[in-house]
Each structure stands twice: as structure tokens, then as C-alpha cells.
Nanobody, 120 residues
């Protein structure tokens, strides 16, 4: 069983910063990729950033402001969010493709989400 637990959300003023963490636990052989998604009220869930090996992908709306990273030794991913805007307000979800052992297929897992609120 694999679990993803996010932390680091909260309330911040526009222009401020937050750092989200996503800790993976359980039966983990490898994490093939890890990403952050967000969902604002009344909107669809959207990809914010993704990291696979050393390749990173960002949504256009966050490029230059957000940085995704991971610590493989700790099975933890991070999303550093700078220059936050009110439109960044959403529930942020961690998503990862994780292999439980060398021979199994990878499964995709979601965290429970963490609220980020940016006030103007």
C-alpha cells in the first residue's frame, strides 16, 4: 500500500511564497514521476508541474514562479511557489507513478490535497 501525504499549504498574501511537500510512504521500489495538480472551485483539476528523472514540465501560468523538485532518498517531492497570485488559490494535489517492486507495474497515486489561499 502506498500513501502520498501533502503538507505546507496555507494562507499567504499576494507576492508571498509557500513550499509544498509530498511524502510517499509504503511499499516503494521506485517513483517514476511526481507531479502537482490544482483544482480551484468550479474549475477542472489542472497540471501545475511535473518531474520525471531530471525533466520538468510547468503550466504556462506558473513558469518562472514555481519550481518542482524531489529528494529520491526521502521519497519526497516539493513545489516551491514564489510570487503567488490570488489566481493560484486552489487545492493542490500530489500525484505520483510508483512501482512497488522491480517486477510489478507502476500504479498512479493521489494525495488528499492541501489548500493554498492567496489573498489580494
Amino acid at each position: 500500500q502506498v500513501q502520498l501525504v501533502e503538507s505546507g499549504g496555507g494562507l499567504v498574501q499576494a507576492g508571498g511564497s509557500l513550499r509544498l511537500s509530498c511524502a510517499a510512504s509504503g511499499s516503494i521500489f521506485s517513483i517514476d514521476d511526481m507531479g502537482w495538480y490544482r483544482q480551484a472551485p468550479g474549475k477542472q483539476r489542472e497540471l501545475v508541474a511535473k518531474i520525471a528523472a531530471s525533466t520538468t514540465t510547468y503550466a504556462g501560468s506558473v513558469k518562472g514562479r514555481f519550481t518542482i523538485s524531489r529528494d529520491n532518498a526521502k521519497n519526497t517531492g516539493y513545489l516551491q511557489m514564489n510570487s503567488l497570485k490570488p489566481e493560484d488559490t486552489a487545492v493542490y494535489y500530489c500525484n505520483a507513478e510508483i512501482r512497488s517492486d522491480k517486477y510489478s507495474y507502476a500504479g498512479r497515486y493521489w494525495g488528499q490535497g492541501t489548500q493554498v489561499t492567496v489573498s489580494s
